[in-house]
């Protein structure tokens, strides 16, 4: 077989071919990759509503809401009984405000308000500090760390270095403050959504 001639022109070819074969090569995983990936974010995401809500039956229709001065929706998940009545919701909310950045939270509220529970789902805090958020404010028996049980409307869940009654993270009070901010972020928007009330069955074209 003939070699090319070194040449401007040739090498040009050369270059092309190769990029074509790499940019087809990536299309491809890309292809083969994304529904399974997209099949994992959503198993992830529904194992955490299920963690985070009181019993329900089935979920609702599925709300989003931009708070004001926030760069991202929030999405919220209704829990619905076999009656139809809303008996709780599973916010997805988040901060920037991390000492690494973006965190992801999904937090379970019943129809009262209360927090039932909650899970971490994004986060690049440090291991073994803030990376504790993930079990830290779930302990019912340190009532001064949990938010387990509170609601937003009767306690100041902020940490208590700033006055709040939640005692943050030890050494790692930015990554507390990020939570936190996330949780009363997502607690603030649902009582938007059921027009300045806590109660699920108060939602605007809900359930009455």
Same mark, same amino acid.
């Given at each position: 077989?003939?070699?090319?001639?070194?040449?401007?022109?040739?090498?040009?070819?050369?270059?092309?071919?190769?990029?074509?074969?790499?940019?087809?090569?990536?299309?491809?995983?890309?292809?083969?990759?994304?529904? %399974?990936?997209?099949?994992?974010?959503?198993?992830?995401?529904?194992?955490?509503?299920?963690?985070?809500? %009181?019993?329900?039956?089935?979920?609702?229709?599925?709300?989003?809401?931009?708070?004001?001065?926030?760069?991202?929706?929030?999405?919220?998940? %209704?829990?619905? &009984?076999?009656? $139809?009545?809303?008996? !709780?919701?599973?916010?997805?909310?988040?901060?920037?405000? !991390?000492?690494?950045?973006?965190?992801?939270?999904?937090?379970?509220?019943?129809?009262?308000?209360?927090?039932?529970?909650?899970?971490?789902?994004?986060?690049?805090?440090?291991?073994?500090?803030?990376?504790?958020?993930?079990?830290?404010?779930? #302990?019912?028996?340190?009532?001064?760390?949990?938010?387990?049980?509170?609601? %937003?409307?009767?306690?100041?869940?902020?940490?208590?270095? #700033?006055? $709040? &009654?939640? &005692? !943050?993270?030890?050494?790692?009070?930015?990554?507390?403050?990020?939570?936190?901010?996330?949780?009363?972020?997502?607690?603030?928007?649902?009582?938007?959504?059921?027009?300045?009330?806590?109660?699920?069955?108060?939602?605007? $074209? !809900?359930?009455?």
């Amino acid at each position: 077989m003939a070699k090319l001639e070194s040449s401007f022109k040739n090498m040009l070819i050369s270059l092309f071919g190769v990029t074509f074969i790499a940019s087809a090569s990536l299309g491809l995983v890309n292809d083969i990759t994304k529904t %399974p990936i997209a099949e994992a974010e959503k198993a992830k995401k529904n194992n955490a509503i299920a963690a985070v809500l %009181p019993g329900f039956d089935h979920l609702g229709e599925t709300e989003k809401i931009l708070p004001e001065n926030c760069k991202d929706s929030l999405e919220i998940y %209704p829990g619905v &009984d076999k009656e $139809g009545q809303v008996v !709780g919701n599973a916010i997805k909310s988040y901060s920037y405000k !991390g000492f690494s950045g973006y965190i992801e939270v999904m937090v379970g509220f019943d129809h009262e308000g209360t927090i039932s529970g909650y899970k971490v789902l994004k986060h690049s805090e440090t291991p073994g500090l803030g990376s504790k958020m993930g079990t830290w404010f779930s #302990d019912i028996q340190k009532q001064n760390q949990t938010i387990i049980g509170k609601n %937003p409307s009767k306690q100041n869940l902020t940490v208590s270095k #700033d006055g $709040g &009654d939640i &005692d !943050g993270i030890t050494a790692a009070t930015i990554t507390s403050r990020a939570f936190l901010e996330s949780v009363n972020l997502a607690y603030n928007s649902l009582n938007k959504i059921y027009d300045g009330t806590t109660s699920a069955t108060s939602q605007k $074209g !809900g359930q009455k």
